[in-house]
């Protein structure tokens, strides 16, 4: 495959400074493997505009505003899964004979529950579905689903005995 001369100088622009960037970009996201997505994602957009871009001194600093650019989008739609705390949980015990009960007993609350807040519970919780996912197959939209979910968990709780999130 023929290559013109702007690509073999992004490849050797890439050659040259490369390690450069990945260090950069693991200082960025301190793993090294979401450096590597990161600083290939830039290295995408710099390839893009590759033509546009007239001073090729100020090339790093492009890269680098990429990457800065990216891993703040990235860091925005990331939900937080897990929440730091000075205190560790107590570890759940297993009790064959006591999970069987609870199982019953939530079997027998989502019985009870409205035939569209059972849907979007065992979608959801069960089918391991989007909330996109849950109003496409539901035919609803996705803040229905999402107020659905919501009062389907309160009154599983309530049903349960459980306190309110």
């Known amino acids: 495959m023929q290559t013109t001369s702007w690509e073999d100088e992004f490849r050797e622009y890439v050659t040259a400074r490369g390690p450069a960037l990945l260090r950069a970009a693991h200082q960025l996201t301190g793993h090294p493997l979401d450096a590597e997505d990161l600083l290939q994602s830039a290295l995408t957009k710099t390839y893009q ?3 546009r871009i007239e001073d090729r001194g100020a090339l790093d600093g492009y890269v680098r505003r990429a ?3 990216i891993n703040i989008s990235q860091w925005r739609r990331r939900k937080l899964e897990e929440y730091p705390s000075d205190e560790l949980p ?3 015990s297993f ?6 009960e609870v199982h019953e007993a939530l079997e027998q609350a989502l ?5 569209r807040m059972r849907a979007a519970i065992v979608l959801r919780y069960y089918e391991d579905m989007t909330e996109p996912e849950i109003a496409k197959t539901l035919g609803i939209s996705v803040g229905t689903v999402k107020s659905t979910v919501s009062r389907a ?3 599983l709780r309530a049903a349960l005995g459980l306190p309110s999130a």
Do not use: C, I
Request: net charge negative; no cysteine.
């Open 49 to 51: 505009a590759w033509e």
């Open 67 to 69: 990457m800065v650019n």
């Open 90 to 92: 107590e570890q759940a």
């Open 95 to 100: 009790d064959p004979a006591g999970s069987s």
């Open 111 to 115: 019985r009870e529950l409205p035939e």
């Open 153 to 155: 968990m309160a009154k």
